[in-house]
């Protein structure tokens, strides 16, 4: 669980004055499958101000996920709104849903989540490609774009490689000059150290850091305590709700 | 293009599952060429058989006296005299040309040869009707029937036997022991599709006189011909010119114009009219475009499991930014590139597979698959109907898929 040093805010809370990057109100998600209706989530209000470093801890099954897609527009709440950035996405449709994701939006999974057939910097590309879609955006700009990525990673050498000719602690490293490339409002990474031994996850964790110190957003869902301590901002979800609220340190 | 590589990825990272599926397209695609470009080839040829026959061409020649319920065999012979044909061809509106044919088999003798050789009796406008390709010489004149002469004009296989490399123009035959003269060369007419006897290629022409001079009938008086060939207007009006001159001759011979055992008549417009060629066209299109459509639902199922197989790679395009329409694009383009490469493949070896087999130079009965764009052009449709179809079912499963459930580890 979060570190013992804590002082507990109110649940919307944050600091007065900080622009929000993403206010819920009462939010609610039903699943409807195999004959099974999951509440996975049940009434969640929550603010995150820009440039915060928030956590997001809890058991499997406690919805920390669902609430992570609804977070990354993958998914829509069943109930209550989400703004992000002052606006609301809960009427948008699915293209719209998209272009956010496109634009505002940097994941970083598990399970790396490149594709195996595009070398890294093609991998780190493809939120630009399709960016592109909407604006123009010149081949050599994106390819500009992405070696810059992958070299505030540190892997400006590695970049024609294929994911499989990395080690995981690299790709990871990929995914997240992927997620950085369009230059989101929001970094959300789910359980990012879950597939890395200590020392690798260590290292992705520094990344995040640093990336933090720029003045990005970042989200982690984990159920590592280590993690959750190491953020100034800890949220735990238990049975679908907001248990605690925590902020760590000074 | 990245659809186009993703497409020929796929194809390589499943040999025989790709090789199988391109089979199926492939030769869907030629089997649209080949037989409805067979089909056509077969309506040429039987067309050009009939046309060699003469254009716009009918012959008609008397039979029995049909009267009902009298066994064939008692009924009394018809015959048609030249004073008939005349006689029709004086009162005929509607026939543009009227002319006797007499046909009769005789030994016919080039130094050591003697063949027997269908020897036809013509006149003038019997060349005309059948617009026969005269190779050398002349053909059979009004002066030769005026003066009975003994002339005779060879078709090129008659030539061949009877005067071998050597003779020509101005060679002796004797035709039943008669000296006769050759003053015409056939050129090669080709398999005709008629009901007159020999080919073309095969017979001695001499003038119709000549023939009743020599070769008289052994019961009547008369100068019994074969048949009456004629020439209609065009081809609309095939029915009423057989109906005019059936009227005329039965007039003239005393019989019933409705007796359809006395005078009998046949024409190739009707005959061709009879063949269900455009029947045998459907059939063709139906066969072949089911082969290409089954290769087509071969692409589908190929698709559909790549569809499956690549979920979380579409859960990723979605995540960083692919609108639902992007990940059916790009599914679409990469089967409609399987679809034209195959499709490609096929059109190639159908075409390619017509040109080697028209380069062939196969004889007059084989029918050889023709090429046309109007058959190049249903091939290539039938392939965008089918990869349209196999392409977009796929890429519209692959554009329902629910990112948030295939990136979540499981």
């Known amino acids: ?48 101000d820009r440039g915060e470093y928030v956590t997001v801890m809890g058991r499997s099954g406690s919805g920390k996920t669902t609430l992570l897609e609804i977070l990354g527009c993958l998914s829509q709440p069943t109930e209550g709104d989400y703004r992000l950035q002052a606006r609301s996405v809960t009427e948008l449709d699915s293209d719209q849903l998209a272009g ?54 540190g892997l400006g050498a590695r970049a024609d490689h294929l994911p499989n000719e990395i080690s995981g602690g690299e790709r990871q490293r990929v995914a997240v000059a992927r997620a950085l490339v369009n230059e989101p409002a929001l970094l959300l990474a789910d359980e990012p150290t879950g597939n890395l031994d200590t020392k690798t996850g260590e290292e992705v964790l520094a990344l995040f850091d640093a990336v933090h110190q720029d003045g990005n957003t970042l989200i982690i869902v984990t159920h590592d305590p280590k993690i959750g301590a190491r953020a100034p901002r800890c949220l735990t979800i238990r049975d679908g709700l907001l248990d605690r609220d925590v902020r760590n340190g000074a | 293009m990245e659809a186009v590589r993703q497409a020929f990825r796929l194809l390589l990272a499943h040999k025989v599952r790709a090789a199988l599926t391109l089979f199926g397209l492939v030769w869907g695609t030629a089997a649209v060429i080949f037989l409805v470009g067979w089909g056509a080839g077969v309506k040429t040829m039987v067309t050009n058989g009939f046309a060699k026959t003469g254009k ?31 006689h029709v061809r004086r009162r005929a509106r509607l026939a543009t040309l009227v ?24 006149e003038p ?16 004149t009004q002066a030769d029937l005026d003066h009975r002469r003994r002339v005779a004009i060879l078709g090129v296989n008659a030539r061949r036997d009877l005067l071998g490399a050597e003779g020509g123009l101005g060679s002796r035959v004797r035709i039943g022991g008669k000296p006769f003269e050759v003053v015409g060369l056939l050129d090669r007419v080709g398999t ?18 000549t023939h009743f001079a020599f070769w008289p009938s052994d019961w009547t008086d008369d100068d019994v011909v074969s048949f009456a060939i004629y020439r209609m207007p065009g081809r609309h009006l095939a029915d009423e010119t ?18 359809e055992e006395a005078i009998l008549g046949w024409s190739p417009i009707k005959t061709l009219r009879s063949l269900p060629m455009d029947q045998q066209d459907g059939v063709m299109y139906a066969l072949s475009a089911t082969t290409l459509i089954i290769g087509g639902i071969g692409v589908l ?8 197989q690549r979920r979380r790679e579409i859960g990723i395009r979605l995540a960083v930014g692919a609108r639902r329409r992007d990940i059916l694009l790009q599914f679409f383009l990469e089967t409609l590139t399987i679809v034209a490469f195959g499709g490609g493949l096929g059109l190639a070896l159908g075409v390619g597979g017509c040109l080697a087999l028209e380069a062939l130079a196969l004889p007059d009965l084989i029918p050889v698959p023709e090429l046309s764009v109007g058959v190049v052009v249903m091939a290539v449709g039938t392939m965008g109907g089918v990869g349209l179809i196999a392409g977009i079912v796929p890429a519209w499963f692959a554009s329902r898929i629910d990112p948030a459930l295939t990136l979540r580890v499981e």
């Open chain 2, 301 to 308: 199922n190929m698709m559909l499991d790549s569809v499956r």
């Open chain 2, 242 to 259: 057989e109906a005019e001159l059936r009227r005329i001759f039965a007039d003239r011979i005393s019989v019933s114009p409705t007796d």
């Open chain 2, 192 to 209: 005709q599709f008629g009901r007159d006897g020999e080919e073309v290629d095969n017979q001695v022409w001499i003038p119709l006189s």
């Open chain 2, 99 to 122: 002319g006797a044919e007499k046909r009769q088999y005789i030994a016919v003798t080039a130094g050591q040869r003697a063949i027997n050789m269908e020897v036809r009796g013509v």
């Open chain 2, 125 to 140: 406008v019997s060349q005309e009707i059948r617009s026969l390709p005269i190779g050398a010489g002349r053909g059979i």
């Open chain 1, 1 to 48: 669980m979060c570190a013992m040093n804590e002082k507990v805010m109110n649940e919307t809370g944050g600091p007065l004055g900080g622009t929000a990057v993403i206010e819920l109100n009462g939010l609610h998600k039903h699943y409807r499958t195999e004959r099974v209706d999951v509440h996975a989530l049940r009434g969640i209000d929550l603010r995150i």
């Open chain 2, 56 to 86: 716009d061409m009918g012959q008609m020649w008397p039979g029995r006296i049909g009267e009902q319920f009298t066994p064939a065999v008692d009924r009394r012979h018809l015959w048609f005299s030249w004073e008939d044909i005349l």
């Open chain 1, 100 to 153: 956010l994701r496109g634009a505002q939006i940097g994941f970083v999974f598990q399970a790396f989540n490149l594709l195996p057939r595009l070398s890294a910097v093609e991998n780190v590309e493809l939120p630009l490609a399709y960016l592109g879609r909407t604006k123009k955006i010149s081949r050599r700009e994106r390819r500009e774009r992405a070696m810059n990525a992958l070299e505030r990673v």
